[in-house]
């Protein structure tokens, strides 16, 4: 074991994350008796990032705040009272701080034991378990209906898609480039639309007169617009994110209040945040997993390789270039 590790910590808040982000050399803590020592083999990347960077993922937040959230990784020690886990297990973790790190010390009960430390059974933990609780528990997704899915080749979007398609929708994808294209069609994606080369309000009016009944939306913007105009009678627009103004910020936009578009057709904008919903978090996790393990679900990990805490900044950037296909990680090399 060495003496020291190192992780990503913002040491001044900015959403322009290589800014706020310092790499800094710490000391082993001393394990305490329901606590593990993982160390971390892969991280998720999350559009999410440069919210945390910037303060404002957690409201007052100040400098330094440790970066990164979910990690696969393998048990290197356990604390005295630890019986579960054993030194060799592969565990996800999911905590604020946890994974832009190259060990981690979680609570025992904070550990999810994995047979594999892989990026698949990583993009479970946010991307995977966002998607399957936001369209069950708050879409209340049924079967039969049309469901738009917004950045749908993306970490979260690829579990929206194929969990929509499962349930017996049709399913409608957004995306940006004919590889993703590609990408939406394997996964089952009944309609791709590629938004750099057709308008989504005009093809969403002409193909489906009748509006879209669910809308899974995590980009923001004049997508978010036009995805509430395209609701249909009792539609529900679950509102995950809106990635496209994290770094810049929300635009003001001065227009008449939403209630003209939602109430003549009884539909609804509903808002959702993960962490809110850890009452349903085994179920859904119990879930995913079957789903992948048996191949119901596929899960596509997008191929650029990023190594070590060093290139995390450029994963994070990766990200917001709009150019990854699936989930983004960083591998920290063993
Ligand atoms: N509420 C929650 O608890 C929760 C949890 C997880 C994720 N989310 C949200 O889900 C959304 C997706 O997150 P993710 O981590 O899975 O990311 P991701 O989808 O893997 O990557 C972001 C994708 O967004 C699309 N995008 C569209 N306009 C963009 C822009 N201006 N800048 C950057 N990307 C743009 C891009 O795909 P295309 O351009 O091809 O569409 C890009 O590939 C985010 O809004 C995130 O905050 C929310």
Redesign the pocket.
């Known amino acids: 074991m060495p003496e020291t590790y190192r992780k990503l910590v913002a040491t001044r808040l900015s959403t322009d994350f290589r800014e706020a982000a310092e790499i800094v050399e710490e000391e082993f803590p001393e394990l305490k008796p329901h606590e593990v020592l993982i160390r971390n083999r892969y991280a998720a ?4 990032d440069v919210n945390i960077s910037g303060g404002r993922y957690q409201p007052g937040a100040k400098p330094p705040i440790d970066l990164g959230a979910e990690a696969a990784g393998v048990v290197v020690e356990t604390g005295s009272a630890v019986k579960h886990l054993r030194e060799g297990d592969a565990v996800l973790t999911s905590t604020l701080g946890g994974g832009y790190r190259e060990y981690n010390v979680v609570r025992a009960s904070n550990a999810i034991r994995v047979p594999e430390a892989t990026p698949e059974a990583l993009s479970i933990m ?2 995977g378990l ?1 998607a399957s609780i936001a369209l069950d528990e708050v879409g209340e997704m049924s079967s039969g209906e049309t469901v738009l899915v ?8 690829q579990y929206a898609v194929q969990l929509a398609k499962r349930a017996g929708n049709h399913v409608i994808g ?4 004919a590889e ?1 294209v590609e990408l939406l069609e394997d996964l089952g994606c009944d309609h791709p639309i590629n ?1 750099a080369e057709d308008d989504v309000a005009d093809v969403l009016s002409e193909r489906y007169p009748s509006g879209i009944n669910l809308i899974y939306e ?4 004049s997508l978010f617009d036009v995805c509430v105009d395209a609701l249909a009678r009792y539609g529900r627009l679950l509102s ?5 103004e ?1 770094r810049e910020g929300a635009e003001r936009v001065t227009q008449e209040r939403i209630y003209t578009s939602l109430l003549p057709k009884s539909a609804s904008v509903r808002g ?4 809110h919903y850890a009452e349903h978090f085994t179920e859904h996790m119990n879930k995913l997993m079957r789903l992948q393990e048996s191949g119901a679900i596929q899960v596509s990990i997008d191929d650029h390789v990023f190594e070590g805490i060093e290139q995390v900044a450029d994963a994070v950037e990766y ?6 296909r699936g ?2 990680v960083v591998r920290f090399p063993e």
């Open positions: 990347v999350n559009a999410t946010v991307s966002t917004t950045a749908a080749a993306g970490g979260t979007g957004t995306c940006s480039s993703k938004y995590g980009v923001g913007g995950i994110g809106y990635v496209s994290y959702f945040f993960l962490p990200l917001h270039s709009g150019k990854s989930k983004v």
